[in-house]
């Protein structure tokens, strides 16, 4: 099994100089100190890295295209990246374009379904998109948390790097068999890819392993010798399972160099290194990023800001510090302050308050405002973007007991995803369902329910009851809501409506200001109705 020295203090030894992993200590200076403090960094491959990265050097990170959108389990990598950027290296995000329709083993029980051509290829597209924004606003909005209290810049305001996205179907995708063979077979040795703990598992699982995704580590460490020969890069980043795969780069890097037998303790300086962080999961066990099963998503329309304010909001307080830290760009020392508020007052959750706004607007940014979360010392004046802004009201709609205070036409535009600024574009999809007022007033609960798509099938989702493709999602809809009002689970503008009540209908008094209603079902089913 490959060594794992996370949380670790002493090195542990082994022949090849490629496969010498270095404990992290925290004497260094540099961004690898900052990852270190912030609980971030699992391995490295090389004491050396510590003085490399005293130096601007180009980091890279590979990203798999398996679904159109990243996810919150991308994000403590990605933000990774950004701290390297921070600190005046050069990125390159890597999107798998040819890898992408392998996919990758590392810590798969089972061979990935593949991808068509056609569903590969709007992945690349749209992640490319995705990354491109994220880590150019991302930039700024780090530097305005990492700024000293005086305003003048501290040790993170170094000349950042530049930014690059590449896409290794640029290289693999015209590469031929022979060509491969003659160029990648011969620099990799068999007995140290079966030695890779991906590999192992998956040997001696009932399920095997695919000679494609056996060969899945060479495309990986040829992408990072093309990128080493192209841009200099010399540091991959990945989480903790990707250490193999990150070795088997830097030995091709150093046979490439050196010579094929140049794999010899001590030999040669090394030439290339990795950084891995760590896997994050749960205190229940599960991978972090997914919510009852189901990924919460980067993109807006598949998650909205609200479902991601919801997702970190509902952190526990045991894993709270440990998230601020990584999923925030706020100086550490100013964390601690934050926790001191949080366990005088428990009960007001402000740390995961900041972790949520924080979160989202790093993921959702826009058009700028300037406001106080509830409950948040004054200290932590927060500027909420769009899609933040959007969370905190849809937060205050579905969960406040007296709607009627704080139904106004700015909460109504912002769960309608309008940018604060008249002059921007929103791309944060509306929160509000928009139903004809001559309709519906005066018709039973249950069809308004439908009508706006409170209850939905897992293969109708976000659809709305007029766009409903399928007579047996239609027929599961109507099941759950009327299981809703026979169970008396079923609320109207933060009421519970009486039990077996299906003849109740929604009349003018009903309507808060502007036409307004709110259903819901249970604690995480919810739907703004304006009625117009």
Not at 48 to 57: E, F, G, K, Y
Not at 80 to 97: M, T, W
Not at 365 to 392: C, K
């Amino acid at each position: 099994m490959e060594p794992s020295l996370i949380c670790s203090t002493r090195l542990r030894p082994t022949p090849p100089a490629s496969s010498r992993f270095f404990a992290s200590s925290a004497s260094c200076q540099n961004v690898l100190n900052e990852l270190e403090q912030r609980g971030m960094l699992a391995d490295i491959t090389s004491r050396a890295a510590r003085t490399h990265v005293d130096r601007p050097a180009t980091v890279y990170l590979g990203v798999d295209p398996s679904a159109s959108s990243l996810h919150v389990g991308n994000l403590l990598a990605l933000i990774g990246l950004l701290h390297f950027r921070l600190h005046g290296h050069n990125a390159i995000a890597l999107i798998g374009g040819a890898t992408g329709a392998i996919g990758d083993p590392s810590g798969r029980s089972s061979e990935r379904n593949a991808l068509s051509p056609e569903v590969l290829d709007a992945n690349v597209k749209g992640i490319t998109n995705q990354l491109t924004t994220f880590l150019d606003r991302g930039v700024a909005f780090a530097q305005s948390r990492t700024r000293r209290r005086d305003g003048s810049a501290g040790d993170e305001a170094k000349a950042q790097g530049t930014i690059k996205v590449e896409n290794n179907m640029n290289w693999l995708g015209g590469m031929s068999l022979l060509e491969f063979l003659s160029k990648v077979g011969k620099m990799a040795r068999v007995s140290t890819m079966l030695s890779r703990e991906s590999v192992k598992s998956r040997l001696d699982s009932s399920s095997g392993l695919s000679f494609t995704e056996f060969s899945y580590q060479l495309l990986q460490a040829y992408d990072f010798l093309t990128l080493h020969r192209q841009h200099n890069c010399t540091i991959q980043l990945g989480g903790s399972d990707q250490l193999g795969n990150i070795v088997s780069g830097i030995d091709m890097i150093r046979r490439s160099k050196f010579g094929v037998d140049a794999i010899e303790a001590g030999k040669e300086d090394d030439p290339a290194f990795g950084v891995t962080f760590p896997l994050l999961t749960t205190a229940a066990g599960e991978k972090f990023g997914k919510s009852a099963g189901n990924a919460v998503w980067l993109d807006p329309g598949m998650t909205s800001p609200f479902d991601l304010y919801q997702f970190f909001l509902r952190t526990t307080d045991e894993e709270v510090e440990k998230y601020l830290k990584i999923f925030t760009f706020i100086r550490v020392i100013e964390l601690q302050g934050i926790m001191q508020d949080h366990k005088a007052q428990p009960s007001n959750r402000i740390a995961q308050k900041v972790l949520a706004a924080e979160a989202t607007e790093l993921i959702h940014g826009g058009a700028y405002l300037r406001a106080f979360l509830v409950h948040t010392p004054s200290r932590l004046l927060l500027p909420i973007a769009e899609g933040l802004r959007q969370a905190l009201a849809a937060t205050q709609l579905f969960y406040s007991s007296d709607l009627s205070s704080i139904i106004n036409a700015d909460l109504i535009a912002a769960l309608d995803g309008q940018a604060a600024s008249a002059s921007s574009t929103s791309t944060i999809p509306s929160l509000l369902v928009r139903l004809p007022r001559a309709d519906f007033v005066g018709q039973v609960v249950e069809k308004v329910a439908l009508a706006s798509g409170l209850f939905t099938s897992r293969s109708a989702s976000r659809l709305s009851f007029y766009a409903l493709r399928y007579v047996a999602d239609f027929l599961y809809c109507v099941a759950q809501a009327r299981k809703a009002i026979e169970a008396g689970t079923l609320q109207l503008n933060g009421t519970k409506l009486p039990a077996k009540n299906h003849q109740r209908t929604i009349g003018e008094a009903d309507l808060l200001e502007g036409g307004l209603l709110v259903l819901k079902a249970g604690k995480s089913v919810h739907k703004a109705i304006l009625l117009e």
